[in-house]
């Protein structure tokens, strides 16, 4: 047991470490040597954890890939507004999710499949969106799958905008406008005016599952 | 004038030349002297035209802003349209737009101001659509500058997806969809009766100004 624990801290020491690690000097520029000196932990456990430069590069997606369950709303279009803005609070807020949405979008990532954060984002939207539809909570024309593409790959984007433009600051007035403005053209009126699609959603679903920002790891 | 003419010629020689180097290394990694192997040019040419790194970067970024003026169409946004598909045709065929793109959401590229480009394009974006408020072609609440940075920041994310999931060859359906979800929450009915969102407009437009794919650059 105790030594299970250790195992899952050691795995988490590294990949925080790999995070910081990639966020700095980009997928490709960054050693395994680099990673191995943050995390001040052995070659063998660093091996034993990930064998290779793509494996801890995945994990750290993955760690951020982590999707944290909305608690059920009244309307899933509310479901998946919280879940969006939750996203971007997560990585205004956490390294290891901004490490991941950086090494998503890193072009220069040769040989590591980028796809796969995508994929599993279309899933999670397009689930919501198919349930809504099931509810009567979409307009007639709304094809669930296209809708989730366009959101996620928009979210992608704008993400990017606001790290390039303000750090993050702004990221949750862009990540509300986002849905201010695709939401309607797809959701029933009289779901849409019960929406909330303020940036209040954020630090409020965050604060319901308890999340607090965190401390920059040192 | 035959000196100019050489001047003009040299400094685009080193441009694709840049533009290869830094979408194959990436920002951080590429150097000045790869740049100037790949040009073939005199180091004194290469430091004439670009004196540093971040220069050359510039430079390219600023290639790819470059948006050719779409020919007046019976809407604005129509206009506009055609200008977003356009620029998905260019990304699809030009590497010196992709390479542009890339640098403006290369996340590692330190010390280069990457807001810019989004700044340039809201404000090209903008300007159509304060346009089309102005023909009354716009929804009463649609915010020209708001729907302005919705569009920019989600056409970036929309193209990084289509090049990590498919290498560009699904941009043109993807940036049509995104116009097909986001336009009509923004625009007037009679408008969008009249509006051609296909992907179409792309090649469509391309073909109006001439533009043919540009062969790869040995």
Redesign the interface.
């Known amino acids: 047991m105790v030594k299970q624990d250790r195992s899952v801290r050691t795995r988490q020491t590294i990949l925080s470490a790999a995070a910081r690690v990639f966020e700095e000097?980009?997928y490709?520029?960054a050693t395994i040597s680099e990673i191995l000196t943050a995390a001040g932990v052995t070659k063998g456990a660093l091996y034993f954890h990930f064998p290779s430069k793509e494996d801890l590069a995945r994990g750290v997606i993955h760690a951020q890939d982590q999707v944290l369950p909305v608690p059920a709303r009244g309307y899933k279009i509310q479901e998946l507004t919280d879940t969006v803005m939750l996203h971007a609070y997560r990585l205004q807020t956490d390294p290891m999710v901004r490490a991941g949405v950086?090494l998503?979008?890193?072009?220069?990532a040769q040989g590591l499949d980028?796809?796969g954060p995508?994929?599993y984002w279309v899933e999670v939207v397009g689930a919501l969106l198919d349930e809504a539809r099931t509810k009567g909570e979409l307009l007639p024309h709304a094809v669930p799958s296209?809708?989730a593409?366009?959101l996620?790959?928009?979210?992608?984007?704008?993400?990017?905008?606001?790290?390039?433009?303000s750090d993050y600051q702004d990221l949750l007035t862009?990540a509300s406008?986002?849905l201010r403005?695709?939401l309607?053209?797809?959701t029933a009126p009289t779901v849409l005016a019960a929406l909330d699609l303020t940036e209040n959603r954020a630090h409020a679903t965050a604060a319901e599952l308890g999340l607090t920002p965190h401390a920059p790891t040192p």
């Open positions: 000097r980009g490709q520029m950086r998503s979008l890193d072009q220069q980028r796809s995508f994929a296209e809708v593409d366009i996620v790959g928009s979210f992608a984007g704008v993400q990017a905008m606001s790290q390039a433009v862009r406008n986002l403005y695709v309607p053209g797809v």
